[in-house]
C-alpha cells in the first residue's frame, strides 16, 4: 500500500479534492459528493435528494438516458449513485486508461442534465415502486421508525426516499432549484482512489469541473443537535418474523470517542463472537440476526441494537439483551476481548483498502462531513491506543442516561415492550 502525504487540493470557490494515489493498480474510483441529502430537507421537500439523484442519470442537453448508460458500459465501467441522510455521492469505477473518459461523463450528467418532464415522470413511478418495496421489508420499516422515534421531528428523523405525496408533486422547477442550491463548489468534494495522480486528477477538475460550477444560491444549514429523550414506536404488520431495534444516545460522526464505541460495538454485537450473537442466537436460540452498530451524524449520533425474532420471542429476546447489557455495564469488557476486536476492526481497514472504490468512499465522505483526511496509519495507531479504561468510559456514557428508543415491527407481541427496559 502506498500513501502520500499531499493528496488534497482546495479550490479558491470552495470545491475540494481528494486524491489516493494507488500505482500498482490499473483501476480507479471518483466519486462526486455533495454536501445534501434528506437531513437538509423539510417536510415538504423530503425525498428531493433521492429524487434529483435518480434524475441526473434520465438524459443531458447530449445524451439520452441508454447513451449515458452506454457510454460507460463501452468504457467497461460500473456507474451508480447513492443518497444518505447527509450527503449524496455519484461514483465511477473504470481501469485506468479510461479514467478522462468518465470522469467527463460524470461530470456532464452531473452539470447538464435536462430534467424533462416525460422523465421525471417515469422516474417519479419508479421511485413509488421503491418506496413499495421497502413497505415490504420489515427491517427497512424497522429501520425508519427507530429513526423517528429518535429525533422525531428533527431532519434526521425523515425518510431518505421521502413520503409518496412528496414523490408525485416534484417538478422540473423543484428539481432545477434544489440542483442551483446544493450542487455547488462549496458544497462538494471530488474523490479519486487508484492509479491517478493528485496532478493528473487536478487536470481534469479544471477541464471538466471548475468551467461550470458557481456559487450556492442559498446559504448552506448547518446540522443541529437533537436532544434524545426516550420514545418506543410500533408498526403492526403480518410478518413472519419481527423486528427490533433499541438505540441509545452515542457519539457524533468523527468524534474522539469514535474508534471506542467501535470497538465497543465489535466486541459486544458486531460479530460471531461478540456476545450478543453467542448468547441470544448461539445460546438461547433466540434470533436469527442480532447485532449492534453506532449510526453517526455530523452533530448526532446512537448506538443500536438490532434483533430478528419470532413475535411470541419478543418478551425474552429483548429481556435477555437487556440483562447482557446490564453486565457490561457491571463488568465492563475483558482483555481479550478487546485485543481481539482490535485485531478485527484493524484487519477491516486494511481489507478494505485493497478496494479503490471503499478508498474513494472513506475519504469522500471525511472530506465532505468533517474537513479532514483520512490516514489509515493514524486510524491504526488510534485503535493501538484504546484501553480498557477507555471502553468503560464509553459504556457509562452510552448506557447509563436511562434514555432508550426503541422501534417493533412485525405481529403483535403480546407484551408492551417499553416495560421490558
Known sequence: MRYFMEKVIHYS??????VENIPSLRSLSCGIWAGVGSAKENERTNGLSHFTEHMVFKGTDKLSAFEIADAFEKAGAAINAFTSKECTCYYFKSIDEYAEKCFSLLSHIFFDSVFQDVELDKERNVI???INMTQDEPEDICYDLLANAVYGEHALGQTILGTKENVKRFDQKEVKEFISNFYCPQNMVISFAGNITLADADKLVKKYILTKTQHCGISQPLMTAHKITSCHKEHYKDF???NIALSF???EFNSKYS???GLLSAVFGGSMSSRLFQQIREQMGLAYSVYSAPSTYQKNGTFNIVLN????NTE???SATMCEIKKLCEKGIKKDELERAKTGLKTALIFGQENVQ???STNGKLLMLANEVYDINKKIEEINKVTKKDIDEVIEKIFNSNIICSAYVGKDPKVKIESLF
Open 13 to 18: 470557490n470552495g470545491l475540494k479534492l481528494i
Open 128 to 130: 413509488l415502486e421503491e
Open 240 to 242: 413472519e418474523q419481527a
Open 249 to 251: 444516545p452515542s457519539f
Open 259 to 261: 474508534v471506542s464505541a
Open 309 to 312: 425474532i419470532s413475535p411470541q
Open 316 to 318: 425474552k429476546a429483548v
Open 358 to 360: 471503499t478508498i474513494m
